[in-house]
């Protein structure tokens, strides 16, 4: 909210100046640079994804409805054509999605863009375990996100949660969280190093271009049965509702997560 | 630390100062006549820095000052005379953290609230959703609410406004506070929220612990690991952590107590989404200890008995958050805690009351010196 208001104010002055200031001399040393919003977007089987109803099958056969999408992606990288990497990390280098609150959808991106065409984009799902640090978010709702100390610390990479119908008609919620993983030892108590779950996505066909005094959109689609798909069969009824203490379960969820994003480009 | 924030106060304060070389200075403005002390709010170790404060609402000393005498002033009612003399402060105590043993409030006229007193804990961080059910956007809006509720003031703004301007001390007050000597609902209700947004919970045991002066005893430690696992009690997602440490999400979350649902006063009466159908706040836990009895509707009187429902008395239903795992198979009716288990997560929850809060001297009664 603040930053929000900081944002607003610091545009506020910067047209100010403009205005107050008589004109100075303008030489064309104008960086040739663009910019670039990204926009989340949230899909089960090719439709926009829909809040509470019990409408969608899982690839392991499992009836489920979806509520909420929370997730962090990090380090995002532009691939140029020229052969050279445009690290988003001026401003930020993360960004926080939740399908429950509308302004995190879209991710205007604070960093000038060098112009040109760009081949593809990738980025961590997550954080990578030297920036997953504790305490670094004291804001809510990014703190919100907070991954228990005791299991590894740092924060939830993902937030996935919905309820599923069980063999006997149960409609049992799940809580498909990602984030550092645990190994315990033989009386059940976890034990370090703990195991980094997070991982890159690389988006292949995310070809774009940068144009000055453009901003060019991108949009990231989520779809979320990929969730459960491949390569490995993701089934509610063998892992149940609560995943952040079972490494093998989000082992499935991180080795699964290599496809459930895909590009488009908003031609506007 | 949130670093967009810091570089975006470096980016203003280089503005400003870019602002101010690059251009030829302007004519000043007109001081303004009236100038009250900005106060200035500390942020504890670990807390929010985005705090809730509106833009025409600033924090000023005067203000404050105002607002703590308009809180605990029985005229607030604008009945005394009548015998039914009340303020903030009959249902919102600071020795329970600004909530009441009571349970319900009972208004001017008998009648009592129909859910159980809120405390006043750290509410310069709520994001805008006051109320077990969150229909509240405001505390200038809560304050405005509360004078025509027939079951806290029962009362009209013109009795309320009589009785105050009646009363010698207080125009000058709102000179100092506001720039004239006018008294407004809107003024009374800033001044009451300026107060009430200095009531910052921050030195708990659990606090001293995580500013490294103090260690929690080893059962307290269990407490807090049973909290904060899945596995455990399961308590943090939605009632916080230590990296979350207001503890609470400020979420509204059905937390499985029922079958049937009273739908009068549940998140659902306010989003009309199926989804918080039986849906309140997961209250902050700090000072729990002292925020009896427990639940909207006040059903658990101590703390045993809600660690008792968490550990065996969960009720399915279609209804239940997802995130209340040990209500669905494989478990069943809660986290099936063992008396050892009870000890420590109750030990754990003790470590969050506030001494210092509740016997703070600037957040007493300043009628009462």
Not at chain 1, 172 to 183: E, K, S, T, V, W
Not at chain 2, 210 to 236: I, K, P, Q
């Amino acid at each position: 909210m603040i930053t929000m208001k900081i944002k607003i104010s610091l545009f506020v002055l910067a047209a100010l100046m403009l205005v107050s200031c008589k004109k100075k001399d303008e030489t064309d040393t104008s960086p040739k640079t663009g910019k670039i919003s990204i926009s989340f977007e949230h899909f089960i089987s090719n439709q926009p994804a829909i809040v509470n109803d019990y409408i969608y099958t899982n690839a392991a056969g499992n009836v489920y409805s979806f509520f909420l999408v929370r997730y962090f992606i990090s380090d995002v990288e532009l691939y140029k054509s020229d052969g050279s990497v445009v690290k988003i990390d001026k401003w930020t280098d993360h960004f926080y999605v939740d399908t429950d609150i509308p302004h995190t959808l879209e991710w205007n991106v604070f960093d000038e863009i060098s112009i040109g065409n760009f081949d593809s984009l990738s980025f961590r799902f997550g954080f990578s375990d030297t920036k997953n640090q504790s305490f670094m978010f004291v804001n809510q709702p990014e703190s919100n996100m907070v991954w228990p100390e005791e299991l590894g610390g740092g924060y939830h990479y993902l937030q996935l949660e919905g309820k599923w119908i069980d063999p006997n008609g149960i409609k049992i919620g799940y809580a498909f969280h990602l984030g550092r993983g645990q190994h315990y030892d033989g009386s059940g108590n976890p034990v370090p190093p703990f195991i980094d779950n997070s991982f890159r996505v690389s988006l292949p066909n995310s070809a774009f271009s940068v144009e000055t005094d453009k901003t060019t959109k991108l949009t990231l689609r989520m779809n979320i049965e990929n969730w459960f798909e491949e390569p490995h069969l993701y089934d509610h009824n063998q892992w149940g509702g609560d995943i952040m203490q079972q490494q093998p379960a989000m082992l499935l969820a991180k080795e699964n997560g290599w496809n459930v994003f895909s590009f488009n480009l908003n031609n506007n | 630390m949130n670093i967009s924030f810091v570089k975006s106060k470096i980016g203003l304060v280089l503005a400003f100062i870019f602002l101010f070389t690059s251009c030829k200075k302007k004519e000043e403005e007109d001081i303004e006549t009236h100038n009250p002390t900005p106060y200035s709010l500390e942020i504890p170790h670990g807390f929010p820095t985005n705090v809730n404060i509106p833009d025409d609402n600033p924090l000023t000393v005067e203000g404050i000052k105002l607002g703590r005498y308009l809180f605990y002033d029985d005229r607030m009612s604008g009945k005394a005379d009548q015998g039914m003399g009340m303020s903030c402060s009959s249902c919102h105590q600071q020795a329970y953290a600004f909530d009441n043993p009571a349970g319900q409030g009972t208004g001017t006229t008998s009648l009592k609230t129909k859910n159980t007193v809120l405390p006043h804990i750290n509410l310069v961080w709520n994001p805008g959703t006051y109320g077990w059910n969150g229909s509240v956007a405001s505390i200038e809006e809560d304050v405005l609410l509360v004078i025509p509720d027939p079951t806290e003031f029962a009362s009209t703004w013109p009795d309320v406004i009589a009785a105050i301007s009646a009363e010698a001390m207080y125009p000058p007050m709102f000179e100092a506070a506001f720039g004239s000597k006018e008294i407004t609902p809107e003024r009374i209700a800033k001044a009451i929220a300026q107060f009430m947004r200095t009531m910052v919970s921050q030195d708990s045991k659990f606090d001293r612990v995580l500013r490294g002066d103090d260690n929690f005893t080893e059962s307290e430690r269990r407490g807090l690991v049973l909290f904060t696992t899945e596995e455990g009690a399961d308590c943090f997602h939605c009632h916080g952590a230590p990296g979350n440490p207001l503890m609470t999400t400020h979420l509204f979350y059905n937390n499985a107590k029922d079958t049937i649902f009273d739908t009068s006063s549940d998140r659902y009466s306010v989003t009309n989404n199926p989804r918080d159908i039986g849906a309140y706040k997961a209250t902050t836990l700090r000072n729990i200890e002292l925020t009896g009895p427990y639940m909207h509707d006040g059903r658990f009187q101590t703390l045993d008995e809600v660690i008792n429902f968490y550990s065996e008395g969960l009720l399915y239903s279609e209804y239940a958050h997802q995130l209340m795992h040990k209500v669905f198979p494989p478990y069943g009716n809660g986290a099936m805690l063992n008396p050892q288990e009870k000890a420590d997560l109750k030990a754990f929850l003790l470590t969050l009351t506030d001494t210092v809060f509740i016997n703070n001297p600037e957040l007493s009664d300043p009628f009462q010196k």
